[in-house]
């Protein structure tokens, strides 16, 4: 089993920079490929960005590539997602997940979820 507690959601001008965290307890983090998904109210959730169990190699949605930045440190056991340029369409509740499969995109092939931390951006 693997926890997952994300941190960092805020409320911030259109334009500006959140860093959200995600800390994780239980089996081994480096084992795990994570990702990040966000849902905004009314809407499905949506994947944002993964990254490999080594770091080496990330994936981004295209609505966030070029803005968001995720990275991981196996040694605190924590995934980050560096969001710049934030827009308010970017407003969402953001859900970090584990996933044994290499680099997934899809919330299906995630097991393990955070309970999710709010970010709004306002214009």
């Known amino acids: 089993q693997v926890q997952l507690v994300e941190s960092g959601g805020g409320l911030v001008q259109a334009g500006g920079s959140l860093r959200l965290s995600c800390a994780t307890s239980g089996r081994t983090f480096r084992s795990y490929a994570m990702g990040w998904f966000r849902q905004a109210p009314g809407k499905e959730r949506e994947f944002v960005a993964a990254?490999?169990?080594?770091?080496?190699?990330?994936y981004y949605a295209d609505s966030v590539k070029g803005r968001f930045t995720i990275s991981r440190d196996n040694a605190k056991n924590t995934v980050y997602l560096q969001m710049n340029s934030l827009k308010p369409e970017d407003t969402a509740v953001y859900y970090c997940?584990?996933?044994?499969?290499?680099?997934?995109?899809?919330?299906?092939?995630?097991?393990?979820w955070g309970q999710g931390t709010q970010v709004t951006v306002s214009s």
């Open positions: 997940a584990a996933s044994l499969a290499y680099l997934p995109g899809s919330s299906s092939e995630y097991p393990y």
């Open positions: 990254v490999s169990w080594s770091g080496g190699s990330t």
